[in-house]
């Protein structure tokens, strides 16, 4: 058992050396969570940088600096009116926001004020939304201006003094923010909530099988090299080499999974801590599965890229069956011939436990199918599985 | 009269329908330097792999230390060392790194393994790149890290498969000197090698392998003996006299 670990260790220890393997397994299956969370993760998608010159420095410019950069997606960038000059004319910036000399004073004396835009051309896409973006939160300062010189007006020669009106008008004026008497609610159609937790589980079994079934190759490399046939003329049995590998699989594929769902949990919160790790325990028992598998193509695979083109060939098939990109109806052809799949269980499992609040009893099938996948695909490929050929 | 350490007896070995091994009995003594020499495809390598427990014979006994191969592989095991024909090294793993796992492999303790690591790469004449990774090694140098994983462990009975292919004669005299310095200390060795003054030079006895058998099997000096003059033929001489001048490959 203790030479066992060795080889496992020795594997894992390889597998972090190889800095080709550790990005494929690691780097892609973020860069594709980065781009499912750009496109699905209800976060606003548009973002920009308004660019702004404040000649005022008095309070109200400050206060609808403050309100712009608030809002989500955009980032506020000071320039000098000189700079904002230079930079307009060089096509580097396309709208600049000038808020005049005079802007709060003119506020603050209950008269009109005015802002400017400085655009070169239309503005740009960027900066016509930002425009209006801008245009949308100054009148809601002037609407509130107004509100308050109303209210001031008509409270003229009553006692009540200018900071208990302005206290009051902007404690309604937080209240109607808050909970606005003409509301918008957002409607999102076609199941678009639920894009992360169809895709995510399928993602995860996808890379967590490709990254096995890849695995192979490095156990037919190790062959070719000549060092499994050496270690078995140590005092290493065949079993023990066999079992080393097959728990570096596992810790291997465990490894990357629970990074990617860390990362799930962080980025999506898509997990509670006991649906983490219920989530966790169905990929830790999906990955022996599915380690048991890759080593069948590791025995059966007599070359690299032979080993590589059996894993593509092998995980892609898998994951189109297991409804990774698309949701399967229960029932249709395809249904029942995902039943095939390992994926089509442990993505279910996944979705179970994720989106529909399930529990690990609730997904006890698939569990027992994968530890019978496990078992079988383990007794196969010790079978099968030789360091030369001809002998053990 | 010296102790036979191995003993090999009508060893066969087929794959499908070639006879890869075809009755083949020899022995080797105890602290002797055995060469095992032969065209390709001569059987060499599967004689060695019965002997390292890789393969397993169809018909015939292998005896190494009293222990039989077919009935007590671990125990032969524990006594064996392979330095295999083709370089069995993990190129991104240090040289120490090697010799610490094949080392643990070969039933050493961690702190043995690291110390007896450490003397095999002096041995070696590579203690300096003990840090550095194999796969930035000149083929010299991995040739020498080859053979010294081979000692880890302290083996009886060292197995040398053609251990100085292409690697230049500084690096192959410190080999052969490091093989004769571990025969005085009562090592046992089954060399096989396709450069004949390298046998010559080493080997205290000589089969010779052909289509999967043992055609001749002596001492340098007898087997030059056969065919003429000992001082004025060369061992090659008696090779090709015995295995012919056709090209196998």
Redesign the interface.
Known sequence: MKRALLITLNEVKLYLQDKGDLAFTLLLPIVTFALIYGAFSGQTLFKATASIVDEDHGIYAAQLIGQLDGIDGISIEMLAPDEARAKLDSSDRLLVLDIPAGFSAALEAGGRAQLNFWQRGNGGLEGQILSSIIRGVADGMGKAFLITSQVKENLQGTGVTESQIDAAVQKYLDAERLTPALGVKEEVVGGATDLVTQYLPGIVTMYVLFALTMGARAIVEERRKGTLERLLTTRLTAGELFFGKYIAAIARGFVQTLILMALAYAVFRMFTPVTFLESLFIVLVYTAAASALGLIIASVARSEAGASWISTVFTMFMVMLGGTFFAVAPGSVFYILGRISINSYANEALRKIIAEGGSLGDVIVPLAIFVGVGAVGLIISRLIFTAVPGGK | MAEEFVVVKDLH?S?KDFKAVNGVSFSIYKGEIFGLLGPNGAGKTTTI?ML?????PDSGDITIGGHSVRREP?AV??I???C?Q?????E??SAF?NMV??G????LENRQAREQAMKNLELMGLEDRAKGKVAKFSGGMKRRINLA?ALM?SPDLL?LDEPTVGIDPQSRNHIFENIQGLQKKGLTVLYTTHYMEEADRLCNRIAIMDGGQIIANDTSHNLKSQIGPPDRVSLEDVFLKLTGRSLRD
């Open positions: 070995k794959f792999r390292s427990t890789v393969l397993e671990a095991r524990a064996i060392g392979v295999p083709e370089l069995a090294l993990y991104d793993l790194e796992f094949f643990r492999m070969a039933g994983i462990g197995f």
